[in-house]
C-alpha cells in the first residue's frame, strides 16, 4: 500500500504520484534539494496529486543522493513498500524491467520509421543519464547492425573542467565523484548496467553535449519544431544537429524526445540571466 520512487527532472516522480493517485496508494517521493528547487513545476504536480516529496540535503543534493536515500527507506520498510525505480539502474530485475517497459519507444519508432520512409532509420540519438530513454529507443535496433547509435552524456562544464555528468566518457573505478549538469535528470554519477556493455562491445557510441550546447538545442528545436525540450532532451537534440552535419540530405536520425521543458524555464531563464 506504500509506494516510494527517486526522481531527478520530476518526471519520473510525476508518473508514480499519478498512478498512486489513480489507485489510492501512499506515496513519498525522494528528490535532491537541488533539484526540487530548480523543478518547482514537477514538485508542485506531485503535491497536487497526493505525494509527499521528500527534500534530501545530503550530499550533492541530487538524484544521486535521492536514489541512497530511497534504497534506505526501501531497506527500512522492505514489508509494507514497493520502490518504483525511475532508470536502468539498482539491483536485478530493475535494469531488465525499466528497460522492457521502455522498449515501446523503440519498438513504435521502429514501425512508424518504416511507414514513413520504407527503410531503417540511419542513426538513433537519445539523452544518457541513468539511459532508461535511450534502452528504450535503442534495444529493438540492436541487432540492425546499419543502425548507428548515439547516447549524449552531459558534459556540463566540459569534462575538462571536471564539473560534467559523463560517467561513459570520462568515469573510472573508484569514488563517486560530484557531478553537474543543467539538466536535474543527467545530473547523476551512475548509468544502467547494458549501457556500459554497449560501449564496451562498441555497438553504441557515447557523446556529450555541454550546458551551452544543450540551451542552443533547447532553442533550436523551439524555434523550429515548436516543441520546447526538457533540458535533458536538448543534449541529444544538440548532438543530432551536429551529426546531422556530417550526414547527406537522404539520411535519417530518429532523435528521442523524452520531455517537455515547461518543468525547465525557471532554469534556462535563470542561465540566461532573465528576470521574471
Given amino acids: 500500500k506504500r509506494i516510494i520512487a527517486e526522481t531527478g527532472a520530476g518526471q519520473h516522480g510525476v508518473a508514480t504520484a499519478t498512478i498512486a493517485a489513480r489507485l489510492g496508494l501512499e506515496c513519498i517521493v525522494y528528490m535532491g534539494a537541488d533539484d526540487v528547487e530548480r523543478q518547482k513545476m514537477n514538485v508542485y504536480r506531485m503535491r497536487l496529486l497526493g505525494a509527499t516529496v521528500v527534500p534530501v540535503t545530503s550530499g550533492s543534493r541530487t538524484l544521486k543522493d535521492a536514489m541512497n536515500e530511497a534504497m534506505r527507506d526501501w531497506v527500512t520498510n522492505v514489508d509494507s513498500t514497493y520502490y518504483i525505480i525511475g532508470t536502468v539502474a539498482g539491483p536485478h530485475p530493475y535494469p531488465l524491467l525499466v528497460r522492457d517497459f521502455q522498449a515501446i519507444i523503440g519498438k513504435e519508432a521502429r514501425i512508424q520509421h518504416l511507414e514513413k520512409t520504407g527503410k531503417m532509420p540511419d542513426a538513433l540519438v537519445a539523452c544518457v ?12 535496433f540492436l541487432n540492425d547492425t546499419d543502425v548507428k547509435m548515439y547516447g549524449v552524456e552531459a558534459t556540463g562544464d566540459g569534462i575538462e573542467s571536471g564539473r560534467h555528468s559523463a560517467p561513459l ?4 573505478i573508484g569514488q563517486i565523484q560530484e557531478t ?8 547523476y554519477p551512475g548509468v544502467g548496467p547494458e549501457h556500459s556493455f554497449l560501449k564496451d562491445m562498441k555497438r553504441v557510441e557515447y557523446v556529450g553535449c555541454t550546458d551551452k550546447e544543450a540551451l542552443e538545442g533547447f532553442h533550436e528545436a523551439t524555434r523550429k519544431e515548436g516543441i520546447i525540450p526538457a533540458l535533458e ?27 517537455r521543458g515547461d518543468k525547465d524555464l525557471h532554469s534556462v531563464m535563470k542561465a540566461e540571466g532573465i528576470e521574471m
Fill in 180 to 187: 553537474h549538469s543543467i539538466s536535474a535528470g543527467l545530473d
Fill in 169 to 172: 566518457a570520462a568515469g573510472r
Fill in 129 to 140: 543519464g541513468g539511459g532508461s530513454n535511450a534502452i528504450g529507443l535503442f534495444f529493438d
Fill in 233 to 259: 532532451t536538448a543534449h541529444a537534440v544538440a548532438y543530432a544537429l551536429k551529426l546531422a552535419k556530417t550526414m547527406t540530405p537522404d539520411q535519417t536520425i530518429i532523435v528521442n524526445m523524452s520531455g
